[in-house]
């Protein structure tokens, strides 16, 4: 997900710096938008070191304003306009909310509010005196009409001097409305989710292994979702072939000793536990130190290994703890089985002999069982399951009336 940063000239706009930080989070790239009044303010290289992406300063040029006006260049406000999901804009002076009203594209970023057709969210920030006048309250109720979302500014000291309307909103105002236009809701703010993800390997000579069809991605979508969510996220992931979420707290482990003492280690300052991993219920009694060689028939004895769900919730405080099942027979009854012997709060099962989802795909179709109710969710992308498992967090948090630490 990515949205535009527009940052226009006032005395706030040093304050954008930490909004870029915050959505980053929240697993959003973002890419700065400056006017020329901003630039007075706020160096474009701050922006560009904190988001990774170009800064964009010019309509004609390149990242600096240098560079010769080209075709590319010219139509970059169009190209972005389509790859955003959301305008965001702060500080948004009288100036830009004028021009955003009136329809006047005369530099990049008004170009880019008119091009767009992605959610726009615009946090004012001005002198009480110019936000209290009748021209700039007909534009906000413009721009309110047209579907803009204002985070309304605070009230206080100000820049000027002054004292009364116009200072911008707080940071976390402003986070919530984008993260609402973007259909993320940030109820798990404030909650730290532990997920394990992907699969374990269990060594049986240097260049054997076990382990299982995981690839990750489940879990890796439910940190994601849940960083979007507001929370803060502590991911313990198995070897993988896809990026982590880069603001999750990555702790990378192979085994399924590991795992569990990289939980067991993180588990106090957990609030949430969602437990992905498709750990090796198996390891080799014993490893070999060299590699087996080729020679007909060959045992090799297996030990059970810690069930770390189980551990997690024998362990468990206040946390609530939500549990996978890869089933292929008698799903339900299996789920509702572990569901109780782990003392779950919830369980989310799935039939892996179906073809097509699950293992080695970027969809699901999951059930989630708590005590007091089944939902079936359809096949579908293992974003959205990500995200109705974490309703079902959402739920259990409410029903618990546990507050977060």
Same mark, same amino acid.
């Given at each position: 997900?990515?949205? @535009? !940063?527009? =940052?226009?000239?006032?005395?706030? %706009?040093?304050? @954008? %710096?930490?909004? =870029? /930080?915050?959505?980053?989070? &929240?697993?959003? &790239?973002?890419? =700065? =938008?400056?006017? @020329?009044?901003a630039q007075e303010f706020v160096r474009p290289l701050t922006f560009a070191a904190l988001s990774g992406e170009k800064v964009i300063i010019d309509m004609f040029g390149s990242a600096h304003g240098d560079a010769p006006a080209n075709v590319e260049s010219a139509i970059e406000h169009i190209a972005i306009a389509q790859a955003i999901d959301a305008l965001v804009v702060v500080p948004a002076t009288a100036d830009v909310l004028a021009r955003f009203a009136q329809g006047i594209a005369n530099d990049f970023l008004s170009t880019l509010y008119l091009a767009t057709t992605a959610p726009v969210v615009v946090a004012p920030a001005m002198n009480v005196n110019m936000w209290n006048h009748a021209a700039t309250q007909a534009n906000l109720e413009i721009l309110r009409k047209r579907g803009v979302r204002i985070v309304q500014p605070g009230e206080g000291y100000l820049a000027c001097g002054m004292t009364g309307a116009g200072r911008l909103a707080e940071n976390e105002a402003i986070i919530a409305a984008v993260m609402e236009v973007l259909g993320a809701s940030q109820g798990l703010a404030g909650e730290t989710v532990l997920v394990t993800a992907g699969p374990t390997r269990e060594k049986i000579d240097p260049v054997r292994y076990l382990t299982n069809r995981s690839s990750g991605r489940m879990g890796y979508a439910v940190a994601e979702a849940a960083l979007r969510r507001g929370a803060r996220v502590l991911l313990v992931s198995g070897p993988t072939a896809i990026a982590a979420p880069c603001a999750a707290e990555l702790t990378q482990v192979e085994t399924a000793e590991e795992m569990l003492a990289a939980v067991l280690k993180l588990l106090p300052e957990a609030t949430v536990v969602i437990k992905t991993a498709a750990v090796a219920d198996f390891r080799p009694k014993a490893a070999v130190a060299q590699k087996i060689k080729r020679k007909g028939e060959t045992t090799l004895e297996l030990e059970p290994t810690t069930d770390i769900l189980a551990e997690v919730a024998r362990r468990k405080t206040t946390q609530i703890v939500v549990g996978f099942a890869a089933e292929t027979e008698n799903v !339900?009854?299996?789920? /509702?089985?572990?569901? @109780?012997s782990k003392s779950l709060d919830a369980i989310v099962v799935n039939d892996v002999s179906r073809e097509g989802v699950g293992f080695d795909s970027d969809r699901n179709a999951v059930t989630i069982i708590s005590s007091s109710e089944v939902i079936e969710v359809p096949e579908t992308s293992k974003w959205e399951v990500a995200h109705r498992v974490l309703d079902q967090v959402v739920k259990l948090r409410k029903r618990s009336a546990v507050p977060v630490r």
């Open positions: 997900m990515k949205i @535009a !940063l527009g =940052v226009s000239g006032g005395i706030a %706009a040093y304050k @954008a %710096a930490e909004i =870029v /930080r915050l959505l980053q989070d &929240r697993g959003i &790239r973002v890419q =700065v =938008v400056m006017t @020329a009044a !339900l009854e299996n789920a /509702r089985k572990k569901l @109780a």
